[in-house]
């Protein structure tokens, strides 16, 4: 069955250092796979996603995230954060006929120490 | 303008009742689903809509009843509710083949 882990409940960073968010994925076939945030008291909004091509994608807000088919990751990545990054952030995979519908993980939760 | 909007933002009411929410994107999208998220942050998917078809259900309870009177709407009526019925409820749509959902701003629903 598909199925979407992030190990890490909580991260805290200091604003302006580095950020990396692990996501592991279980999917029979190439997978569709999303990062999403969630800030307090809103929607969701789309970071960026993967199809194929390029294993190294680009999102909104400066996120760039990896795809390794050999670790079944997605690692979210950002070089420099900001306050404003401080959210729940959810990595998914989509999955069903025509990935009909989005499986998330458990969501990780961003501190920026200021 | 907004592209998935849901009603109300908040809902407060007892055990026992039954509420609608209501959701509507203008989005032009085939697909709509309904997502529950839970106190954990939890996100599950409830119901999938193509073309005003359900095509998932993800074993949901029966109380919870989807409508989609058009590809634009999807209602969500909920029967008898129940403590554990709290969360926030979330509609989205996208397009087939596309995969890049988009999310209202959710719904949440208080059980007293």
């Known amino acids: 069955a598909q199925s979407v882990t992030q190990p890490d409940i909580h991260i805290t960073v200091s604003e302006g250092a580095s950020l990396e968010l692990r996501c592991n994925y279980s999917y029979g076939a190439t997978p569709y796979l999303f990062w999403y945030v969630q800030s307090p008291g809103q929607g969701l909004q789309l970071l960026l996603k993967?199809?194929?091509?390029?294993?190294l994608v680009q999102g909104i807000k400066g996120f760039e995230a990896e795809f390794k088919r050999s670790q079944s990751s997605f690692n979210l990545r950002k070089p420099s954060v900001h306050w404003s990054d401080a959210a729940e952030y959810f990595c998914?995979?989509?999955?069903?006929?025509?990935?009909?519908?989005?499986?998330f993980g458990s969501g990780t939760r961003l501190s920026i120490r200021p | 303008d907004t592209a998935v909007s849901q009603t109300p933002k908040y809902l407060v009411t007892q055990m026992g009742n039954d509420k609608s929410i209501k959701c509507e994107q203008n989005l032009g999208h085939d697909t709509m689903y309904w997502y529950k998220q839970d106190s954990k942050k939890f996100l599950k998917i409830m119901f999938s809509y193509n073309n005003k078809e359900l095509i998932i259900n993800e074993t949901v309870p029966n109380r919870f009843s989807p409508k989609s009177p058009d590809k634009a709407h999807l209602n969500l009526h909920i029967n008898s509710l129940e403590l554990g019925d709290s969360a926030v409820y979330f509609c989205a749509s996208s397009q087939v083949g596309t995969t890049e959902a988009f999310f209202g701003q959710g719904t949440r629903l208080t059980v007293v």
């Open positions: 993967y199809f194929s091509g390029d294993t």
């Open positions: 998914a995979v989509g999955a069903g006929s025509s990935a009909s519908k989005i499986i």
